[in-house]
């Protein structure tokens, strides 16, 4: 059931896709956070240059608009982006795809014209689909067939996922979404079964590419030490495993750093150190993060506009021993990623539907998501009560993400007031 | 049987690429095709225009003898320096202007002998920018036959 759950979220994906841009729902996918982390590409493949200066002075008459956040770096004059390479180097085989096909079509060879917009849009479709597809095999290691099917259409329709997945597929939540799940499962595998190179060359593969997605996103990589730990035993026998399989780790760490190894070049070479703060002027307030917005704030709070995911965090208590092995993953991550989030100077992410950052965490949320429908499905009542909720929840999702879509929503800013006035109406 | 089966899925998976290969190499949707173009706009005058920004490309019909650029861009302050603008096409420059003031500017081009496309690609390309990602307003494109 799930399989083919899966490839009717798959077709879907594609359709919302089409009818975002076939009518005019979006402006071509290559924009705002997208824009400068798409950059690279035309840079390094069009130009043959790793400072942006070639692609500043062909879109831009020279100078990066202030909108992008590139900075020129005091001390070198040299053009920094925000947005690390992560996203760019999973988009490179449909960039290139598009740049042949831009020069078979006659089309403007500059790394933003038709095909270049919807290649970098349809990387994003891509890699929501393959994020399913990995987060499917997960699921199916802890949960039935069944539970693993209702998880993913409550999570693909019910939360903002359908829309980073269409919509604005050109963000790099996407492919945090995907690498996420990938990692979730290399962790899960590693700890459960025999040792084996490949798969420790892959971990230290999603390792470095969730690292070069977002760089904040290093806290997610706490999943792999706190797989499993409960207890002071649990701890001594990972101590032990980590100490008899230290190979395995050190080829893992090996192949993450050289996935960054590119990064730190990059920054060396625009500002002479490997290590900086890109962000510029932007910053995080630590001292005071807007914890309760970013959680059930009208604006963007993450429960206000995916009550579902309450469900999620819900089944984390409610059927602990199905998610043992991520339970203090779950604890450790979401509480570190929420402060995070909560403390960033834009605390709402920007124009956006629900709130963006919570999408590179999902997989997580849909484990315990999974262990609340298990719980659900024990008790006929529970049951029952469980479909119209989620139901409930699934039908808001989509008909707010349609009201956005549609400008009913404002992109950001939304007050209590606007709410009320446009809730459940599309005119 | 599998095997041959899956010989007849890698002939007709072949065959379509070959086929939507031959319909995009001069798709005749290419020329509504345009990019890096803020939204018209219209004058006081009632002329609409649009916003360049560093780069953009349009796309004429391969039957022109020539076309008819109208070009301007803002001087908001006494020191804003001109802007040049370069055109090429299909990827050969073809002209250069440079806008000294908020007049407008017609330019005639002559398009060059065309090749078997059924479009032609016209880019232009200014050497600065305005506040806002916006280097020249183009008008509505004349095309002489």
Known sequence: ?427 | MRMRRTMLIAAAVLLGLAALLAYLRDPPWLERVESGFHRWQTTPEGGRYRWTTGHASFFVPATAAAIVIPARTTFDDVNDPSVLVSVEIDGRPADEFVLKDDDWVERRIRMPLPGPRRVRRIDLRVDRLREGNRGAQIGEIVVVR
């Open chain 1, 1 to 427: 059931m799930s399989k083919r759950l899966l490839l009717a979220s798959a077709i879907l994906c594609l359709a919302g896709y089409v009818y975002v841009y076939a009518t005019g729902r979006a402006y071509p996918p290559i924009r705002s956070d997208g824009y400068s982390y798409y950059l690279y590409l035309p840079s390094w493949f069009i130009y043959g240059d790793t400072t942006l200066t070639a692609v500043a002075r062909d879109c831009c008459g020279g100078v990066f608009p202030t909108h992008t956040s590139i900075i020129r770096w005091p001390d070198t004059k040299r053009w920094v982006n925000p947005h690390p390479i992560g996203v760019a180097f999973m988009q490179t085989p449909f960039f290139l795809v598009g740049h042949a096909l831009s020069g078979w079509s006659n089309l403007s060879p500059d790394g933003f014209s038709l095909y270049y917009q919807h290649a970098a849009g349809l990387a994003g479709v891509f890699w929501a689909i393959a994020g399913l597809f990995v987060l499917r095999r997960l699921l199916l290691r802890h949960f039935s067939d069944g539970i693993t099917a209702a998880t993913l259409l409550a999570l693909v329709f019910g939360t903002s996922l359908y829309h980073y997945a269409t919509y604005d597929s050109g963000y790099s939540h996407i492919y945090a979404f995907f690498l996420f799940a990938a990692f979730l499962l290399l962790t899960d595998a590693w700890h459960t079964e025999p040792p084996s190179s490949r798969r420790a060359i892959l971990l230290g593969l999603v390792a470095g590419l969730t690292i070069l997605t977002r760089h904040t996103n290093v806290l997610l990589l706490l999943a792999f030490p706190a797989y499993g730990l409960a207890s002071r035993a649990d701890a001594i026998v990972m101590g032990r495993r980590l100490a008899t399989r230290w190979r395995e780790l050190a080829l893992a760490a090996a192949v993450a750093f050289a996935v960054c190894l590119p990064q730190l070049a990059i920054y060396r070479q625009a500002t002479g150190r490997a290590i900086i703060s890109a962000y510029g002027e932007q910053h995080f307030n630590f001292s005071s993060p807007e914890l309760i917005q970013v959680l059930v704030g009208v604006q963007k709070g993450l429960f206000f506009w995916s009550p579902l995911l309450l469900a999620a965090v819900a089944g984390f208590f409610l059927k602990p021993r199905s998610v043992r092995p991520f339970l203090l993953t779950a604890v450790v991550v979401l509480i570190a990623d929420t402060y995070l989030i909560a403390s960033w100077w834009d605390w709402q992410f920007g124009a956006s539907y629900g709130h963006r950052a919570f999408v590179d965490t999902l997989p997580l949320l849909a484990l315990g998501l999974a262990a609340f429908f298990e719980w659900s499905a024990a008790r006929a009542l529970r049951k029952g009560a469980a479909i119209v909720l989620a139901s409930a929840a699934v039908f808001l999702a989509v008909f707010q993400m349609l009201q956005y879509w549609h400008g009913i929503l404002p992109m950001s800013d939304m007050t209590w007031e606007q709410y009320r006035h446009v809730f459940l109406r599309f005119r």
